[in-house]
């Protein structure tokens, strides 16, 4: 993340994060990722589109892996409050 901060917006890693935030089931997170990926196909500057498919991609394998809805939506949860607390510490804005 301290690598990639810069070119994510703290706006952009909220939006992720209150999509994943309101998953109530492992359904949910899986119906979100093809939301995700047009966030990332929106970006027009291909650092900040990099930038945010790799966040695409740490969060698609642990959600189609995903089985249990209560443990598993909640840790997916805390992994993404987790990078927008990095992105808070070593972004700009």
Do not use: C
Not at 18 to 28: L, N, Y
Not at 57 to 82: G, R
């Amino acid at each position: 993340m301290q690598e990639r901060a810069s070119n994510i917006t703290s706006s952009k890693l909220r939006k992720i994060f209150e999509i994943i935030k309101k998953a109530k089931s492992v359904t949910d997170l899986v119906m979100a990722l093809p939301y995700l990926a047009y966030l990332v196909g929106r970006e027009d500057s291909k650092s900040k589109k990099e930038a945010l498919g790799e966040i695409y991609i740490l969060l698609k394998e642990p959600i189609m892996q995903a089985t249990d809805d209560k443990t598993h939506v909640k840790n997916i949860q805390k992994f993404m409050e987790t990078l927008v607390a990095y992105q808070k510490f070593y972004g700009k804005d």
